[in-house]
């Protein structure tokens, strides 16, 4: 684009972000964003979400970001409204997310006074921002927003702070033109490094995450592993997989150390691609951090902000590993009768998610019976939730990847307890007329935190302990949350009732919500 | 007490807690906060009250310290779980709560490995703490707690974080005995500087915060007026003031410079008391930050910290103020009857509200009818909302001050955008059988952003801001959504519906939601 004038620092900005591909942004704005509020209509290129909440926004960028492959745009409200987003951007953060959040902060001169909503905004974003910036003068504001922009593509969070006198004043300049941040390769030693230990006589663990566990880093990962034996563990909480339809499937890491110990017996080594060494969520009394035996030889083939397709492909060169047939899809798993439980609801979604579906999965503990036969549905894109640990993952992330990709069916299958934290995002979805078919396990508990009290010991709770795992008294009636915002629900007690209520859900446009009581 | 053996570091410090005083805690806990939830147990002397969002925890916190005039505590869960507490810590920040936060961590040697929920704890808590500590062994358990409740007693939030080691870790150790932290008295040339500013003959305003707004500094905030004439203005979001029945009653600064500047015209000059200078919420083009014209002459009568009962009673000494006379009760507003507008509301609460009641206002815009016409409700407690400017503070502000004050009634009155922030309070009030009635005013839209946009001069918003600032399509269904968490909920068009179902609820125990149609 040539050179402007007498456009206002926040149009400057949105135009930078538009020329850089930016389509969407995800905001609950307020004063200290108002220009760009009013500066959406003058450069009508990008949409605005609007979330009741900043966690709905900071989770839908975090889908958006994922199906896009591009970075997601949020805008928010000083440090208060971006704190209310951190927990997603957490969860961003450890997903490798691209995400360029701006901040409105109040006009320079008006910091010193420290105004009520005044706070230490830096301090609020450094622990969740691989990259941040506070613009000092408007002259900054395109040149800063393409920095972000290209920070954010190293698969960062970048946080731009952003006064609103920089916002509202005029400024002359041109809008920067697109620039592509590549992804760092492996480097050479260790690829023939990790060649070797490939062809040692006893095979290595490759551990595989981020972009190898789209389809053409699965595809060659799984032709590493038919040439060498190899044992393929994919991460516990991938950010994105593509599964189905006779694309390989992978075993993830075990949640609980004593699980993952025993993927790596009889390995003679770890092979770490587009991830790191794993490590244990929590610390436990008299067990180790690392999930690995201490003597394993660990090789870290490339990291996680790297180029880890380049580097499985250089493997395959290297170890002539063979092309493999085309597998055949398994059959479609039967849709399940009788009683509903984690197992069975699993099988009905795989039983008849469309092909092309995105399911999001933040069901915790009753999800375990879904990723296990979820390998022969139809081809479909997974995306884990909670690879940072913060809870309120899910329906902020099925709201983002049903924006990116509005002609595929979104499935949430979330857990009560999670899905309470950002209950929200039912108004977007409502709002947007988004197809997501919500699936909420209610086992009126934090059922894993149960389990991690029977871990430590505690098989009898007191009354005080046993309280704050319990979500009954009163008992949350999902179907009538999601009325309220604009959300049809219902809510099913037997296997054969959900598939009758899935099977209608996923076939008409738009939102709903079945309750799966368990 | 006495020397304990064997404790875990967890009990100790809860048993340092209830020593100093404290009988509740708010919570959502994790598995690093495990051997304090089944401690409860073992203590049994403090009160876990679970929240389904952090954010709920923090602001009942608030709610809870400002009514029982003591530190109140919460227990959160690492830097995510934190974070969704911190804009209500932000807001109770402002209004200078007592409250002390626990937040667990990682074992001490597991923060090295940065696991999934690894993050930088004080980089987040720091800008809403005015006292941050890390615990590093159990030996300092029960100190570090005692000297949280100390330094929150100074009117602070204090976080302590608790690596899960130092909790599961037995101990030995006395469990430290209470202390108090007395707010400092005002300086003695300050009270004679402010004694001969109000003997000028063109009379200061006094601005007055704080505990100045309760009875007795409200008492001798009216008797120095009387004596000397001077305009007293109260703070435009009281932390707590008492009112009705008699009591005194002031003005509240404007929201807008415009408004604020008008109240002190023809001052001679500005006394805070309790408070400090009064500064624009927002910077706006051309606006000074502060509200007091810059050539009025400002004392410091005695800061926000400082004991300002105490400066204003040096001041009527000073100043020989007479005492006052019992002032005669106003008479009861009458109930409103025909449409429903934000006066009829603030009409029909004033008119009903009974003795004693604990009125929350975060009804924002909505809200504007009520606190003119409360003066003459019977007395009351107000508790104003969003001194950090922070939305999402009024429903958990209820819920604290409803569990300090299980004998008397609470009435929310809430605006709709800023309750759905922390919307999950709803089930909290069902679950701890809270004595709430929720006014939700259903404007459905950010009402005060649109009073902004047309400040800014947008007469005629663009359609992608105009959708940024309302919240219909769809229309929330409050009573839906209330039903949905437990909490009876009723939708009202009129004033005399309004009116049959105010009355209705304060008839009844527990929680009940009004939606107010406006």
Known sequence: ???????????????????????????????????????????????????????????????????????????????????????????????????????????????????????????????????????????????????????????????????????????EGEVPVRAVAPRPVAAEEAVVAVAKALRAETPPVLFLGGAGLEEAGARAAARLSAATGCRVI??????????????????????????????????????????????????????????????????????????????????????????????????VPDAPTGPLTPFTAGAAIAALQPEGAIVVDEAATSGMGYYPVAGAALPHTYLGALQGGAIGHGLPLATGAAVACPDRRVIAFQADGSGMYTVQSLWTHAREELNITTLVCSNRSYRILQMEMARAGVMEPGPLAASLVDLSNPDLSWPQIAEGMGVPGVSVTTSDELVVELKRALSEPGPALIELIL
């Open 1 to 171: 684009m040539g050179a402007e004038t007498q456009m206002t620092g926040a149009e400057i900005l949105l135009r930078t972000a538009m020329a850089n591909g930016v389509e969407v942004c995800f905001t609950n704005p307020g004063t200290t964003e108002m220009t760009f509020v009013t500066e959406f209509d003058a450069v009508a290129g990008i949409r605005p979400v609007l979330g009741l909440f900043e966690g709905v926004c900071t989770g839908a960028a975090d889908g958006y970001g994922r199906m896009a492959g591009k970075p997601a745009l949020t805008l928010l409200h000083l440090g208060p409204g971006f704190a209310n987003g951190i927990a997603n951007l957490h969860n961003a953060r450890r997903a490798r997310t691209p995400i360029v959040n701006i901040i409105g902060d109040h006009a320079t001169w008006h910091v010193a006074y420290d105004a009520p909503l005044t706070s230490d905004i830096m301090s609020l974003a450094s622990p969740v921002s691989g990259w941040t910036r506070a613009v000092a003068s408007p002259e900054e504001m395109a040149g800063s927003m393409l920095d972000a922009f290209l920070a954010a593509q190293k698969g960062q969070v970048a946080t731009l702070v952003v006064p609103s006198d920089c916002q509202w004043s005029p400024v």
């Open 234 to 331: 994919a991460e516990g909480f991938p950010s994105r997989m593509e599964r189905g339809g006779g694309l390989p499937s992978f075993e993830r890491i075990g949640y609980f150390s004593q699980l993952a110990r025993g993927q790596f017996a009889n390995a003679s080594a770890l092979i770490l691609a587009g991830t790191v060494d794993p490590v244990s969520f929590f610390g436990y009394p008299g067990e180790p951090s690392r999930m690995a035996p201490p003597d394993l030889p660990v090789y870290q083939l490339v990291g996680p902000e790297g180029d880890v397709l380049d580097a499985l492909e250089r493997l395959i060169d290297l170890c002539n590993a063979p092309a493999l047939g085309a597998a055949e899809a398994l059959p």
